[in-house]
């Protein structure tokens, strides 16, 4: 039984089956401690939530059984994720699957549902965790060589690899719809199907799962580290359609956008800076977002122009918004809760979006993007939208996480710090 936390790590406890009835029923008994694990699985202090002031009591976990999925490189095993209450039996508002339902809860409010689906870029390499870790991750090697961008003979030297992965998320119940080298030494990307936004966020948890056991048992290594070396970041692009009574509302007959989708894209143009903190959570983030990497630094958006922030797909009721900002370290929950409040946002103000743009975005005049975690972790603290989205109890909770891995940044030296300044300062 586990549960995201806040950095989309699965936490939770080994169950034999014969006890699979009983936590059904009435769930497990859990320390609460994954409110506000970080990246590192270590408890952030001073958090509200939970921690020493509280004891670290226990919490109940209560399986979503509609999530049972078994582990196939596990035989015997499955997991099911689950929700986290409180010792009263409350559901906990700042849990990573709250905070997606309630936003999914606002979009139904209006008469609209939406779906979703997050492309995750990784790196393979040939070196396994272990050896990673004795050299403090600094001596790697990639799957090979060159890049496998849209290279099928590239791309299927790692086939070994792959065709395992594409085997066990078959076991997992969870379908490949296609897969492709992408343009760094190692690094893949596989597209699963869309789903609502509570499921795609749930399948993208499994699937790094799936990803790192794969590699694990393989005697390799993945990351999703949004920017692990200077070769070109991994990012976790997110697919939007917006329903109602089950048509797309966001593509107008004529092949332009609708009222609906005019004002739902203004909100996420519009409103990207003051999410990008979820979007881009931990300091690393943001070596990735720079001009000319494919990843966007500015709030601009175009008709399937891969240099914006939002790249408008497809006409009329195919139409789909392609949302590229964040990157592949991002918690899937978190990211599709600010997609979802940012468009929200966009059509109860009755926003217009700007004009698109049709050449090189990283040459527009159009607002920048937060340029760091500092910046980021500021624009959100200092947000109305994200404070009425989230309600102040769940903003001040999501702020305390971001300035405890901010102010963990600031404190690290790093090699490049030893680089550039150990003789020459």
């Known amino acids: 039984m586990a549960v995201p936390n806040y950095a989309g790590r699965l936490i939770g406890k080994r169950l034999p089956v014969a006890r699979w009835p009983s936590v059904v029923e009435s769930?497990?008994?859990?320390?609460?401690?994954?409110l506000v694990s970080a990246v590192d699985n270590f408890p952030v202090p001073n958090m509200e939530v939970t921690g020493l002031h509280t004891g670290f009591r226990n919490g109940v976990l209560r399986p979503d059984v509609a999530t049972l999925t078994p582990l196939p490189w596990e035989p015997g095993t499955a997991v099911v994720l689950c929700d986290t209450f409180d010792s009263a039996g409350e559901p906990v508002d700042e849990a990573p699957r709250s905070i997606l339902r309630r936003q999914v809860e606002c979009l139904a409010e209006r008469g609209l549902e939406a779906t979703v689906v997050s492309e995750l870029e990784f790196y393979l390499f040939r070196t396994s965790y272990e050896k990673a870790h004795r050299s403090a991750y600094s001596r790697v090697e990639p799957s090979y060589h060159r890049h496998p961008d849209n290279d099928i003979l590239i791309a299927g030297y790692d086939e070994p690899f792959l065709e395992a992965l594409r085997e066990n998320l078959a076991g997992m119940g969870i379908p490949v719809w296609a897969s492709q080298g992408e343009g760094g030494q190692g690094q893949h990307e596989l597209n699963l199907r869309h789903s609502n936004p509570l499921g795609a966020a749930d399948a993208h948890v499994l699937y790094k799962l799936a990803v790192k056991a794969t590699a694990q048992s393989l005697n390799r290594s993945v990351t999703f580290m949004a920017k692990p070396s200077s070769d070109v970041g991994s990012g976790c692009h997110i697919h939007l359609s917006v329903?109602?009574?089950?048509?797309?509302v966001l593509g107008a007959p004529d092949g332009s956008l609708s009222h609906t989708g005019e004002r739902f894209l203004a909100g996420l143009v519009g409103f990207a800076g003051d999410f990008t903190?979820?979007?881009?959570?931990y300091a690393?983030?943001?070596?990735?977002?720079?001009?000319?990497?494919?990843?966007?630094?500015?709030?601009?958006?175009?008709?399937?122009?891969?240099?914006?922030?939002?790249?408008?797909?497809?006409?009329?009721r195919d139409l789909r918004f392609e949302f590229r900002l964040p990157g592949a370290d991002v918690n899937?929950?978190?990211?599709?809760?600010?997609?979802?409040a940012s468009g929200l946002?966009?059509?109860?103000?009755?926003?217009?979006?700007?004009?698109?743009?049709a050449g090189n975005a990283y040459e527009s005049d159009a607002p920048g993007l937060p340029a760091d975690l500092t910046e980021a972790v500021q624009r959100f603290g200092d947000s109305e939208a994200a404070r009425t989205a989230f309600g102040p109890r769940v903003h001040a909770h999501l702020l305390g996480m971001l300035r405890n891995e901010r102010d963990e940044a600031r404190a690290a030296v790093?090699?490049?710090?030893l680089q550039r300044?150990?003789?020459n300062a």
């Open 27 to 34: 769930g497990m008994a859990m320390p609460d401690f994954h």
């Open 243 to 248: 329903l109602g009574d089950g048509c797309n």
């Open 277 to 281: 903190a979820l979007h881009a959570p």
């Open 284 to 316: 690393n983030s943001y070596r990735r977002l720079r001009p000319g990497s494919w990843a966007p630094v500015n709030a601009t958006w175009g008709l399937d122009n891969r240099t914006c922030l939002v790249r408008v797909v497809g006409r009329g």
């Open 332 to 340: 899937p929950y978190l990211a599709s809760a600010a997609l979802l």
């Open 345 to 357: 946002a966009g059509l109860d103000g009755e926003l217009g979006p700007p004009p698109p743009v």
């Open 414 to 417: 790093t090699d490049w710090d």
């Open 421 to 423: 300044g150990f003789e």
